[in-house]
């Protein structure tokens, strides 16, 4: 079985199909992976989930928060925003198939040898304890807290994290970790703001700079495949590092990678202006 990667897909259904195609991708014995926020910001959203759903075991994916948004708007515990492309899910007979069947799926994965993650791991957390931090979300996501969880789940606060947190607090600081973090110090303590200015570097005058930056183990024996910054364009100094969104939803690429090989596939958009990073 060869497991092909594939960046946040962002509804965008057509570049998907033409890219799969590009790799021979073959259902019957391959399996796609990807590193979440299948849906919004593009055109068809409910085709790209009813297309991962069909796919059964040969699809896996990390929930990215694009993904998870859809779920709180999905069970009432928040109002769409006016850039939200959810109006034809919520309006199709499957509905609450394809729902139930998002929300069953993991923040974390491990694939081979890399560790599949929407936003990243932040530099405090070893790949085990985010692999247990991720399990309680997941846990949560199938209890009759899920609602509540979801009612509780927006917000910039904690910055920083803290074993000692408990209940939404310290579901939520998980949460933004996994599928919100860019920056951050060597401490995990977070950066949300000035998205347009982000840049992987560190600030010597901030202590800033991207997550993958301050985890030193990267650099030898971790193997991180991650999404969500499409401002990195799925550029990486390293193998052990594979970002895999390449801004496709705002005029870059949609990118998939063969884990086996290494050999990378891409499908170029027309460019598009406003580039944002949300």
Known sequence: MTDFVVGDIHGCFEALQIVLKKVGFDAQSDRLVSTGDLVNRGPDSLKTLRFCYELGSSFVTVLGNHDLHLLAVARGSRLPRMSDKFDEIFQAPDR????????????????????????????????????????????????????????????????????????????RAITNYLTRMRRCKADGTLEFSAKEALTPNLNNTTGFAAWFIHRRDLWGNEKIIFGHWAALGGNHGTLNLLPMDAAYVWGGKLKVLNLDTGDIFEHSARAEPNKSDD
């Open 96 to 171: 609450e198939k394809l729902i139930n069947w998002l929300q069953r799926q993991p923040l974390l994965l491990n694939i081979k040898e890399y560790t599949v993650v929407h936003a990243g791991i932040p530099p405090q957390w070893s790949l085990g304890q985010a692999s247990d931090y991720a399990t309680e979300i997941s846990t949560l996501l199938q209890s009759n807290q899920a609602n509540v969880f979801f009612n509780s789940m927006y917000g910039d606060n904690p910055v920083s994290w803290n074993d000692n947190f408990v209940g939404m607090r310290r579901y």
